[in-house]
């Protein structure tokens, strides 16, 4: 029996549907193959946070749809993404006693997860993930897989991803209203991680900075472990809404103009570029200047790196990330964003999409778009949980569909949330 993993990414300015069967290379591991996609542009939706029930399910049922169609077959269950203001951050440890005669088991170690995540919440919140930093096998720190280890007792060094119910239960409404179970919400820089990381840059110190339409999205990484996560208010929206304001513009004129014409660096745009716009209470278009729309950019590109700076500088590892950051996200695509990160942030900054060096096949080209990373994450999030849990679980003489389907049935009881 053929397995699928499916994703659906719900952002601020559009929304993605990706349907994939997992298989086999050459060398046994597992893989995707891309078998549909389905966009349409995002309704009901604000900086990650739903705000018309029924919009955003109109908006998930149209890229659904396209995406069913192109795969040729029902869309059933999905990782779907999760973002916005309302997600916060901590960091926590939990405690489990092992039998030393067996060593640590899967069991050992999900009680000592839950011991993590049993922390005091506030109202109207609840936990998304309980992600292991590190595991401390008596005593001795910095254990990244304990599993099968001889221990008396087992410690891990968890961070907790939460976020509002409120916020979490619409997302979850307007996915099953078409009759589609959720596999797991995933924080979308987690998902991004997975699509534009190398692991040489997580082992030394990276931070995923994911720019999409209403937030921008944070995600540090050292020793193979995820240390902190962060949502910021603000996004390539802001971008054009500035310009919009700037030219008395409306907003799909100010979005085409920033994608056509803008750049964060202006003192490389001639001075006398002219561009033609359409503007409120006028018939005709009007003539400006290429170079004031860049600095337009540029002021708010450069208040966005330093909104990330000071978030790295809060978080701790900000003389930590050897690897730099890694941007992502459709408004990473603007002409300059790297030099102008480099200038501001001080350390290597480059873009990353996903790319044919995935275990992916069947990757179009514009979904080798650094706007698609999260997407794409998503799928590879799927794909190597389910790999690790098969790894760990199960005995050789099982046969492929059965100890898949238990790996990804187990799964969901190893990571909460």
Not at 63 to 90: F, P
Not at 119 to 130: D, F, G, S, Y
Not at 231 to 239: A, I, K, S, T, Y
Request: proline share 4%; aromatic share 4%; net charge negative.
């Amino acid at each position: 029996m053929e397995e699928f993993i499916s994703a659906i990414d719900i952002g601020t300015t559009k929304i993605c549907a990706l349907v994939a069967a997992v298989t086999h290379d050459s060398l046994g591991n597992l893989t995707l193959r891309i078998l549909g996609e389905g966009q349409s542009a995002s309704r009901g939706i604000r900086r990650g946070v739903v705000v018309n029930v029924s919009e955003a399910i109109a908006a998930i049922g149209e890229a659904v749809e396209k995406a069913e169609s192109d795969a040729g077959r029902a869309l059933t269950s999905a990782y779907v993404g999760v973002a916005g203001s309302h997600i916060s951050t901590l960091n926590s440890k939990g405690v489990s006693p092992v039998d030393a005669r067996h060593g640590v088991t899967n069991q050992d170690m999900q009680r000592a997860l839950e011991g993590a995540r049993a922390v005091a919440l506030p109202q109207n919140t609840e936990v998304i993930h309980t992600i292991a930093r590190e595991w401390v096998v008596d005593g001795q720190p910095h254990i990244q897989h304990p599993l099968g280890m001889s221990a008396y007792r087992l410690e891990v060094d968890a961070h907790i991803v939460t976020g509002s119910t409120t916020a979490i239960n619409n997302i979850t409404q307007c996915v099953r209203a078409h009759d589609i179970e959720i596999d797991e919400l995933v924080l979308e820089p987690l998902a991004a991680n997975e699509a534009v990381l190398r692991p040489e840059e997580r082992r030394m110190g990276v931070a995923v900075v994911d720019i999409g339409g209403g937030t921008t999205d944070l995600a540090i990484f050292l020793d193979d472990g995820l240390c902190h996560t962060r949502v910021l208010d603000v996004g390539g929206n802001h971008f054009s809404h500035d310009i919009a304001v700037g030219l008395h513009a409306p907003e799909e004129t100010a979005e085409e103009l920033k994608l056509r014409y803008g750049s964060v660096l202006p003192e490389r745009v001639p001075e006398d570029d002219r561009v033609w716009a359409a503007v409120f209470g006028e018939k005709a278009e009007r003539s400006f200047s290429r170079h004031f729309i860049c600095q337009i950019l540029a002021h708010r590109a450069s208040e966005t790196f330093e909104i990330i700076q000071d978030q790295l500088q809060e978080s701790g590892y900000y003389e930590r990330l050897s690897a730099g950051v890694v941007l992502t996200g459709g408004c990473s695509l603007l002409p300059g964003m790297t030099e102008l990160g480099r200038s501001i942030l001080g350390m290597p900054v480059r873009i990353g999409a996903p790319s044919n060096r995935l275990p992916i096949t069947g990757l179009s080209r514009h979904l080798q778009s650094p706007a698609y990373s999260t997407s794409i994450g998503l799928l590879l999030w799927g794909l190597h949980e389910d790999a690790r849990k098969i790894r760990r679980e199960t005995p050789k003489h099982r046969g492929g569909a059965e100890w898949m389907g238990r790996a990804m049935r187990a799964l969901k009881n190893l990571l909460p949330g």
